[in-house]
């Protein structure tokens, strides 16, 4: 049987993008840059962190469900991008939460509410 390894998000601003799920998401962080890493991004051409057109959310647990957050080089079209449900005891406060880290609310419903990440 297999399991998730992965999501990827396709969007404008990866490094954004990344950071604001990090912080979204209890114990992920954007995984750090060694010297190791930001010699393969500049042998690329990439300036540094903030231009790495591939940057990874990882989970708070080892075998668990890593993020991508990877650079779309044309504008997005059609329906939504994936949408990730997240599970909170106090709705309320997760939305304030989310609110204050860029996210918008697109629509409230009687059980959820429904979030738009910042652009990226």
């Known amino acids: 049987m297999a ?17 604001f799920w990090a912080a979204a998401l209890d114990g992920c962080a954007v995984a750090p840059y060694d010297d190791a890493e930001l010699a393969r991004l500049r042998a690329q051409g990439v300036a540094g962190p903030e231009d790495d057109p591939t940057v990874l959310v990882e989970p708070p647990r080892a075998g668990g469900a890593r993020l991508w957050c990877r ?3 044309e504008p997005k079209r059609g329906k939504n991008r994936p ?6 005891v106090d709705p309320e406060a997760e939305t304030g939460r989310l609110t204050t880290l860029g996210a918008t609310v697109r629509a409230r419903r009687e059980d959820h509410w429904v979030p738009a990440a910042p652009r990226g």
Not at 3 to 19: E, K, S
């Open 83 to 88: 949408r990730l449900d997240l599970g909170r």
């Open 3 to 19: 399991r998730l390894r992965g999501i990827v998000i396709d969007c404008a601003r990866p490094a954004a993008t990344a950071r």
């Open 71 to 73: 650079l779309a080089p």
